[in-house]
């Protein structure tokens, strides 16, 4: 019973996508849904966008074992990213009317710097996009009782949320993504209630929280190696995802520029406060379950927010659970499948081929979703990093690539073409060699790639005025 009401809800969502792709005409229909979204929706998709498997499943299991020290980078990093967007971004990349992210690095630091930074974006989506596919090759499993393999369950998902990205672009993201906004919010808080009852109380939960110690490692020990290791979780997150496509795209497709600050600020505090959410629902099973935990625990601990459902909710509450997670899932599948896609298109393709038809381009972007969905199957199917480990790595390689030269080019009048290209590549050696040569050092390898990128834009920005100037 519950796999059919996972089915119809499936097509359902599709069908809306679909519907929603009757819109496309041009290309900025496709990129930014003719930038005319209004607050409602756009925060919608900012928080949907987010709220995806790694908020449901990874952080819960990430939590149970670590406690709050182990969820510095997400929810913390993650929704204060979406908050400086909002206060130091929104505003001056929408007044630009640009259609990628990409196309502010040309415009700013010439053409090489526009294609470095945007293989560097693209190549981040990889994990990212991989952690919503395994998610939904899991949830096709656990519905079905093992029926649909994870690999089959991968396919499956893959390729349906594939249908309406490929054929709607950001108009089918931002419709589904309200849709499913309104789900994930009814259907955690619903199966909140149900749990609760169960567990004594919310207090209950939390009083248990505390005592095992859950709480109390949020900040570092005063120890250089602490501190630093707590700063990099912490900003690899909240200034990685910064220079991102899928954030870009929802500023750009607002109606105007207030809509996109607000729309930042709305979506960034919604996400905080409902991650915990699915925490607070996997630590209730400490209480409704412990076997269930110990079982997991130390094997997949991902399986544990689901297995309590199916074991210990009633079948509207696990219709609830289950239609509020692949809304989260697909919501984020199909705008992290967009981002790349489109920007690569933008960026990469167009710079090759500079008499593109508007026609052209969009059938060169559509062609770049397929192969991009593509690529991050295989990778899913592929990888034995946990879902919460893919999506913190994918943000690195933004980390100390992209984010100082975007944040210098908005706010220092004198970042240039040379310090830009520094800034990319001193950030890029610098993290590679220490990921390669001292992964465990003192140092971490992204916060030596970020200090490494600030010193190329400082040296080159400083360098006597010889008319650096973007080609």
Known sequence: MLLWFVIIYW?????????????????????????????????????????????????????????????????????????LVGLFFARHLYNRRMLTIGDFFREKY?????????????????GWVAAQIKALGLVFSVVSDGAITQTAGMLIGA??????TLFGGMWSVAITDFVQMIIIVIGMLYIGGELTSQTGGVGVVIEHAAAAGQFSNFWPDLNLASVLGF??????????SIPQQDVFQRITSSK?????????LLGGAMYFVFAFVPIFLAYSATIIDPDLVKQYLHTDPQMILPKLILNH??????????????????????????APSVTFAENIVRGFYKHLSDHDLLKVMRITVLCFTVAVTLFAINSELSIFKMVENAYKVTLVAAFV????????????????????LCGLTVWIGCEILAPKAILPPQLAGLLASIIGMLLGGLVPKAKLSAP
């Open 231 to 240: 700063t990099a979780a912490l900003c690899t997150m909240m200034l990685g």
């Open 256 to 264: 105007n520029a207030n809509v996109a600050v607000q729309a930042a």
């Open 405 to 424: 030269p975007l944040a210098f080019g908005v706010y220092w009048s004198k970042a240039n073409t040379l310090g830009g290209l520094l800034a990319v």
């Open 159 to 164: 390729g349906s949320v594939l249908i309406y």
């Open 313 to 338: 909710a009633p079948l509207i509450a696990q219709v609830m659970f289950f239609g509020a997670l692949l809304s989260a899932i697909k919501s984020c599948a199909s705008a992290t499948l967009l």
């Open 11 to 83: 097509v359902i969502s599709v069908g809306i996508g679909l519907w929603a792709a009757l819109r496309v005409k041009n290309v900025a229909d496709f990129a930014a849904a003719g930038h005319s979204l209004p607050l409602p929706i756009v925060t919608a998709t900012v928080f949907a966008t987010w709220f995806g498997s790694e908020a449901v499943l990874g952080i819960p299991a990430v939590f149970l074992k670590e406690g709050l020290g182990g969820i510095v980078a997400d929810p913390f990093g993650s929704s204060m990213c979406l908050i």
């Open 110 to 126: 010439g053409r090489t710097v526009e294609v470095l930074v945007t293989l560097c974006i693209v190549v981040s989506y990889l």
